[in-house]
């Protein structure tokens, strides 16, 4: 089983910055055992979109965050971040953080989600 625990979330000024980390844990979570982590986003009422991965050696990222977000992974120790710069009202949303094992890579885990509010 694979935990993976978000923070860095919050309410930040249009314009402002942000970083959200994310690490995954748990029994069978050693060293470089993600061989996918990424963020996703949710507004109420809407489906959940792809802000950032980086998913098996290929980075991807949703078109309206390309130029203000950076996805970054630590390997080791199975931790994704994302720098958020030039933040918009909305990007206003609970992002959540995704994660696949390098061994089981058609199952997919979340985070609880961390709620990020810009306001304008």
């Known amino acids: 089983q694979v935990q993976l625990v978000e923070s860095g979330g919050g309410l930040v000024q249009a314009g402002g910055s942000l970083t959200l980390s994310c690490e995954a844990s748990?029994?069978?979570?050693?060293?470089?055992?993600?061989?996918?982590m990424g963020w996703y986003r949710q507004v109420p009422g809407q489906q959940r979109e792809l802000v950032a991965e980086?998913?098996?050696?290929?980075?991807k990222y949703g078109d309206d965050v390309k130029g203000r977000f950076t996805v970054s992974k630590n390997n080791a120790r199975n931790t994704v971040f994302l720098q958020m710069n030039s933040l918009k009202p909305e990007d206003t949303a609970v992002y959540f953080c995704?994660?696949?094992?390098?061994?089981?890579?058609?199952?997919?885990?979340w985070g609880q989600g961390t709620q990020v509010t810009v306001s304008s």
């Open positions: 995704n994660g696949r094992l390098n061994r089981d890579p058609l199952r997919e885990y």
């Open positions: 980086m998913f098996f050696g290929i980075t």
């Open positions: 748990g029994k069978t979570v050693s060293d470089n055992a993600m061989g996918s």
